[in-house]
């Protein structure tokens, strides 16, 4: 895989990391405005039946004032001789008992369901406020080991890119070895005259060829051995002999001559 390749694998999963922080966010934050919104709504609830049963118990004041009043007409009927009129006051003023005697009940009814509701609102209330912690607790976990996770994954592309880059290096020595070898080897095939120079004639290439061969040096002449320079002091030696025989044989002949008088 090129590094390029992984460069852009290790920024997509560091991309998808963030998107799954976001996403898990998102999930708890709104969970935690579901849970408050339901908390709101019991609230709303306990106010409700409170506000009802403060509405009973002005019933029952009012009540409990009219019957009082029905109890005196009734005391002043029968003190005035109208046995009737007290009649339908006490008889108004039963009816009155009665339906305080119901809304008493429905008090009651209330305050029971007031505090049950206010309990659960305490409930919900500290559920809430745990969500509330755990969520903050996670999210904060979270982001720690998406950091954690973006630094491993980081080093580990950093790692990976390092040891490409190594590989190709090396290489590249080895192809750099490479050329230098071939290099010298061109070099000693144009040495050896196997291979000719640039602006070199065939006659020069064959000559620097051949006194390649005998090891010669261009400023020092050839480079013989002891049994070569031998051979080449005794064909000198029967080459100056054989210069020398002539001249010997003119002075012969010359000596053999009779002398003409």
Partial sequence: MS????????W???????????????????????????????????ADVATSRKRVDLQLTTIAQQAAQLDRQA????????????????????????????????????????????????????????FRIRKDT???????????????????GINSTVSEVGQAMEAAERRTREM??????????VQEGVIGTAGESADDALARQFDAALGTDTDAGPVLDAGTTAEVDRQLEQISHDQARPDQDVEGDDDQKPVQN
Avoid at 141 to 153: D, Y
Avoid at 180 to 189: F, H, I, Q, W, Y
């Fill in 138 to 156: 996670l999210s904060a976990r979270h982001t720690a080991a998406s950091a954690r996770a973006e630094i491993n994954s980081a080093t580990s």
């Fill in 75 to 130: 005391s002043d009927a029968v003190a005035a001789g109208r046995d009737d009129d007290a009649r339908a006051a006490l008889t108004r003023k039963v009816a009155l008992e009665k339906t305080a005697d119901e809304l008493r009940a429905r008090r009651d009814d209330l305050l029971a369901e007031e505090r049950k509701l206010e309990q659960s609102a305490l409930t919900i209330e500290q559920d809430v406020e745990s």
């Fill in 180 to 189: 230098e070898a071939r290099s010298d080897a061109v070099d000693e095939l």
């Fill in 12 to 46: 997509g999963s560091r991309q998808s990391g963030t998107d799954d922080a976001g996403a898990l966010k998102d999930r708890l934050d709104q969970t935690y405005r579901t849970q408050t919104a339901l908390l709101q709504q019991v609230r709303r609830g306990v």
């Fill in 3 to 10: 590094i390029g390749n992984r460069l852009a694998k290790w």
